[in-house]
């Protein structure tokens, strides 16, 4: 597992391409990148494409071959030093506000018609027994 702040990361990641490089005197891939760290390739991956974001590393795309190098490790003092809120969280809570939105204005619309009472008894029982969403085929 790698540290939790970005800038550690980065170091960890920057440095070990580096000694790979060295060691097999051409850019590392991903596979081989993970095997050395003893680090998955998802969580790598994810730290891979930050980086080329801020311009720390460069990825080279051959065939179906993927490798990494060095592009300005200087960009890594540019990085957070704290560990950050992960954007999962805050992708779900704007999910979630988005929701409660559609939501609010369902009911809005609803309330409009004035029978509000019975969609919402016919949703329930939908939710209830999802067969009654599906239309009858006429050749049953």
């Known amino acids: 597992m790698l540290p939790g702040d970005v800038y550690s990361q980065a170091h960890l990641f920057v440095a070990s391409i580096r000694v790979m490089e060295h060691l097999q005197g051409s850019p590392p891939s991903l596979k081989g990148l993970s095997g050395f760290l003893h680090v998955s390739e998802e969580e ?28 300005d490790h200087t960009r890594i003092e540019k990085l957070p030093r704290t560990r950050e809120a992960p954007r999962m969280e805050e992708e779900i809570s704007q999910f979630k506000t988005k929701q409660e939105s559609r939501l609010k204005d369902l009911e809005e619309s609803l309330a409009k018609k004035g029978d509000r009472s019975s969609i919402f008894s016919e949703l329930d029982k939908a939710l209830k027994d999802p067969s009654l969403l599906k239309k009858k085929n006429p050749l049953d």
């Open 44 to 71: 790598l991956s994810r730290v891979s494409r930050r980086l080329e974001e801020e311009g720390v590393i460069s990825i080279i795309r051959s065939g179906g071959d993927t490798r990494f190098a060095v592009r």
